[in-house]
């Protein structure tokens, strides 16, 4: 069935409404570095204290959250599930949890709120896969106010009619939402200052847009449209299309990862699905020009089969997972470079075997950060049926720092902490 702006609203429930919700912090927790975990087959998020490595609460969610977002001013944490169940998450409360809930569709990926200055929290937007639209909202009570549809003629002029909306980010430059359309490998720059007046740009970039993130300094936006086998440059300062970049079979970057490469200067990295190329493009069109949006190297990873990349400004290392690598000697470890020798190969770190669980795939997924860059969390993602974990490593020394058990820790996969999250840091 298709989903009008009416069948969403029906499916909101405001928990607790805005008058009921407290008027400062009303917790000990250091917010900042509170990590959002998805428990995948539960249908639940963990957030889990980083500083004290414990639980806080195990909030109900819609089923295989696949992201959360931070809002602008750090309160907010909105997730949504692959059955497009959004959950607002009031980090204020003496015990974080729901505040408000809705049901954009029947399947969704992507969800975002408004960052640009004086729009902090006012506005979220969800993208579906079904139907093929996305869904404005007010930020605090996800009030539904506009649906888009997706439905149209691809970048090669053929109609598609459903192209699903893969990943959203949230313009800094701008009161806009960058919407990826995955079929057309179409790009809307959505302006929502003006709900009753919409204006979008669109830009032509290539089909199978999915999953990317900004480079180092918020501006340019690069994306994966992963079996063209290209990543779309999209500068959010003008609203143009800075470049699609040949890469490798599949990229799959996550957010990717920023660093200052010794020779290349600034560059932002993908590793691939298809491929063992870890690829890094040149992000710095001003004092590196002969290197902006170009391959300047390639890098060997552990192999295919990989889904995140991940630094973070204070380090020196690089992290590359392969949970999806048909090799469980390579699907249950972590590959790790020294960003400053990365011709040197990486070092191999046993997460799964450190987690110390029993049988299971023990996929070890998404390497997260904490906010003052010296931890990294990996999840150790075994079936619902299986004994799963959390595993900290300290980012100096590469040595086992904590593992976090818990028989509530089900399917834990994707991470997010709220500081890096909130300020595009990766």
Known sequence: PEYSLADIEKTRKEIIPVSKRPTKKMNNYNIDNIFSVTLRDSGEVALIDGDSKKIINIVKTGYAVHISRISASGRYLYVIGRDARINLIDLWMEKPDNVAEIKVGLEARSVETSKFKGWEDKIAVAGTYWPPQYVIMDGDTLKPKKVVSTRGMTVDNEYHPEPRVASIVASHYKPEFVINAKESGKIMMVDYSDLSNLKTTTLDAAKFLHDGGFDSTGRYFLVAANTSNKIAVVDTKEDKLAALVDVGKIPHPGRGANFNHPKFGPVWATSHLGAEDITLIGTDPVKHKANAWKVVEVVKGQGGGSLFIKTHPKSKNLWVDTPLNPDAKNSQTIAVYDINNLGKGYQTLPIAEWAG???????????????????????????????????????????????????????????????NTQHDIY
Do not use: C, M
Request: charged share 30%; net charge positive; hydrophobic share 40%.
């Open 357 to 419: 669980l029993g049988d299971g795939a023990k996929r070890v997924v998404q390497p997260e950060y904490n906010k003052a860059g010296d931890e990294v969390w990996f999840s150790v993602w075994s079936a619902k049926d299986k004994q799963s974990a959390i595993v900290v490593v300290d980012d100096k020394t590469r040595k086992l720092k904590a593992v976090i058990k818990d028989p509530k820790l089900i399917t834990p996969t994707g991470k997010f902490n709220v500081h």
